[in-house]
């Protein structure tokens, strides 16, 4: 359906890439990549304030879904504006206004721009409403609400930063009719830098002001420098605030929230994860609360990945013991999929893998079992740290059923309550080629899985 390869330069790239993958087959056994050049590693680029704005147009415009039918806008301004956002279901008739918050904060000799949050609503799902912010009428967006049942199409990419790689997923991104974009850390890669968060802010703003995305954090959002700046998550959180009050917890870090008959877990590699932890205990309460007669899927996002068989990011704690001690709550839940960035590259792991993985002598002894998630991990959206070219030769059980350091996006469509397609869509020179694709079945509609 989605991963038709059409092209003739497909076919042959096809049958040239049989021989090589069974080739490989001898040496890398789990490994399903084709063959495919790899694109060198890329700088930043730096998307400047438009020609036609001042200090008091709104930019790095973007949005996100708070509650089932609000929406929380949010954008800079250089100079002080009003917190109000207009909207409407027609082009330039804003029948609703809303106020909301103005914050702004500090980084060393930086100083943000005044950033302003409002939620609106409640709105009509599936529904395109026209908005504009702080009065402005230079500039008019328009989004897209979610459907209120089955079919949803969520876009998933990890790891994005701000190259011409980036540039190349987003348009990928802009091409998929896609209803919400969930993104597992590692944003902008300002790095400290925090004009380069400015500078990610409008490099998304077109995708990002008319879909929801749905972030968490990474390691690059921490920029904390021990004694100079003594906080962590300073400029993400002022940025990307997310819905976290409506899900019971009390950090941005982490939150959960229900779409379209998908419960969605925003979880923080990053902060405390252990059993005395607040982020434990909100898990455990949050994972109590789901009804899956109402939310038939369960789709959980972290940065690091649990499973892994890339040779970068092997053994960090925000992997080895995060899953060591949460693993077991996603599992007992019937998590269906759990989606990672960090690494650079893409893995599927096979449906589906046991609790109880350990790795004795480099030899990992994860084992799958059909009622707990899949793994894949999506930390390819096209940083300037480049790719995680290499991969290990995994014994034991085969885990790990595809697996390719390149760049793209994955899009999971969830059809109904029993069924879902994801696919992987490699950036092969600047073009969409998906490359992955399988289905799921929901853990919740397995007899055999039942809590
Ligand atoms: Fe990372």
Known sequence: MACL?????????????????????FAFPSVS???????????????????????STPQQVHISMVGSD????????????????????????????????????????YNSGQIHDVVIGPLQPNTVYYYRCGGNAGRQFNFKTAPPT????????GDLGQTEHTNS????????SYDMLLLPGDLSYADFWQPRWDSFGRMVEPLASQRPWMVTQGNHEVERIP???????????????MPFEESGSTSNLYYSFDVAGAHVVMLGSYTDFGPSSAQYKWLQSDMAK????????????????????????????????????????LYNARVDVVFAGHVHAYERFVSLVF?????KNNISKDKADDCGPVHITIGDGGNREGLATKFRNTGGEKISVFREASFGHGELEVVNATHAQWTWHRNDDGESVCSDAVWLTSLSSLTSCKA
């Open 70 to 109: 609000k929406m929380r806008i949010s954008w800079i301004t250089d100079d002080p504006t009003p917190a109000t956002v207009d909207y409407g279901t027609a082009s330039g008739n804003y029948a609703n206004s809303s106020t909301g918050t103005t914050s702004s904060y500090r980084y060393m000799l």
């Open 227 to 241: 004694v100079v700046h003594s906080s962590s998550f300073t400029a993400y959180n002022a940025r990307w605030r």
């Open 150 to 157: 089955f079919p949803i199409k969520f876009a998933i990419v």
């Open 169 to 176: 997923t987003l348009q990928h991104i802009s091409q998929s």
């Open 355 to 359: 609790p109880n993985s350990l790795v």
């Open 290 to 329: 789901v009804d899956r007669s109402k939310t038939p899927w369960i789709l959980a996002l972290i940065h690091a990945p649990w499973y892994n068989t890339n040779t970068a990011h092997q053994g960090e704690s925000e992997s080895v013991d995060m899953k060591r001690d949460m693993e077991s709550l």
């Open 5 to 25: 390869i059409a092209r003739r330069r497909r076919l042959l790239l096809l049958r040239a890439s049989i021989l090589a993958v069974f080739l490989a087959g």
């Open 33 to 55: 990549a084709v063959s495919y050049r790899r694109p060198r590693r890329r700088p930043d680029l730096h998307v400047a304030r438009r020609l036609d704005e001042n200090d």
